[in-house]
């Protein structure tokens, strides 16, 4: 039975890719996870803010403006918070891939345009196989339009992919007005796959502090419907790879994202609570549904419940959403 996928024109022996994490950041961890069947990996991203501050702590400067940061330093982690630095970074790269097979990918993580996009240049040199650039960016100015929002992302696509000869793959938010119009552009704009989504991590309330609380929790299978349902509505005009990260906990999982359209399946969150053997659990899954339905390759069946053939696609999932709604009764 053949599990290989093609993503972002990299063959993998499986779409099951481990997402961005620090589940990359331990060598053995990493064969670990290759053994038990890995087609990828990604590792943790490294941020624009932690590039400027990491230029600074070597300049004589001491200028944020000077280096490019220009935003409340404050409001960011130290560069002792942040697990990994630049420089580690770069050889933690060149260690992964003497050690593993899989393709390695280097996650970036900025969103506007400057000097950290050097970075891009580097990950190729130390020797990653692709670039996962994660466009993590909320925007809070009444004065910004979406159109001036989607302009500088682009402009970022644009410059990182100009950057490098290896693929670049780019990590989204669902809070765009026409995601579809959005990743054709983002297709234009030189980007090799599109991975939907990157999780929004949102502060609690401490009511008797009266404080923000911010708490890393690990994603579940509620967070997985939006992202099958985008992939059912993109994959079939894509023009370029596609991945899904986000609430995939078992082997049914990845079989609804594969069906959905995912050339690569992201997990992090389940291999966080279940470790790198559980790879194989999926795995097992994924080889005894395929031959139950007959499938002997991951083709067979990747986006047969993608919306493809659909006249009107806007049609559906508004009619879908009141017959969800007609469907309580009291």
């Not at 950290?116 to 009444?142: C, K, M, Q, V």
């Not at 290896?166 to 704009?189: M, N, W």
């Not at 291999?271 to 899954?285: A, E, K, N, S, V």
Request: hydrophobic residues 45%.
């Amino acid at each position: 039975m053949d599990l290989s996928t093609s993503y972002l024109g990299l063959q993998l022996r499986t779409p099951l890719i481990v997402g961005a994490s620090p589940l990359a950041d331990d060598t053995y961890t990493a064969r670990q996870l290759q053994d038990a069947g890995a087609g990828a990996i990604v590792m943790r991203s490294l941020f624009e803010e932690q590039i400027y501050l990491d230029e600074l702590a070597g300049s004589q400067r001491g200028d944020p403006a000077a280096a490019g940061a220009g935003r409340n330093q404050a409001a960011f982690p130290t560069l002792a918070e942040y697990q990994i630095s630049p420089d580690q970074y770069l050889r933690q790269i060149t260690d992964l891939k003497g050690t593993l097979t899989m393709p390695v990918i280097a996650s970036l993580n900025g969103c506007r345009p400057g000097g950290w996009i050097d970075f891009a240049r580097r990950f190729e040199a130390a020797g990653a196989d692709a670039i996962e650039l994660n466009l993590y960016h909320l925007s809070t100015d009444p004065g910004t339009s979406a159109l001036d929002v989607e302009s500088q992302l682009i402009e970022t696509v644009r410059l990182v992919r100009s950057s490098v000869n290896i693929p670049v793959a780019v990590k989204l938010q669902p809070f765009f007005t026409a995601l579809a119009h959005f990743v054709r552009e983002l297709g234009l704009a030189g980007a090799d796959g599109v991975v939907v989504f990157s999780r929004l991590f949102q502060s609690d309330f401490a009511v008797d502090e009266q404080e923000p609380v911010t708490q890393l929790r690990l994603s579940g299978q509620a967070e997985l419907l939006l992202r099958l349902r985008w992939l059912a509505l993109l994959s079939p005009g894509a023009e370029c790879s596609l991945a899904i990260t986000g609430g995939v906990q078992n082997g049914e999982d990845a079989i609804k994202a594969v069906l959905a359209g995912a050339d690569g399946v992201q997990l992090v969150s389940a291999l966080l609570r279940h470790g790198p053997r559980f790879l194989t659990t999926i795995i097992d899954g994924l080889q005894r549904w395929m031959s139950r339905h007959g499938y002997q390759k991951i083709a067979d069946f990747r986006g047969k419940m993608n919306l493809h053939g659909s006249l009107d696609a806007a049609a559906i999932e508004r009619g879908d959403y009141q017959r969800i709604l007609q469907s309580w009764r009291i």
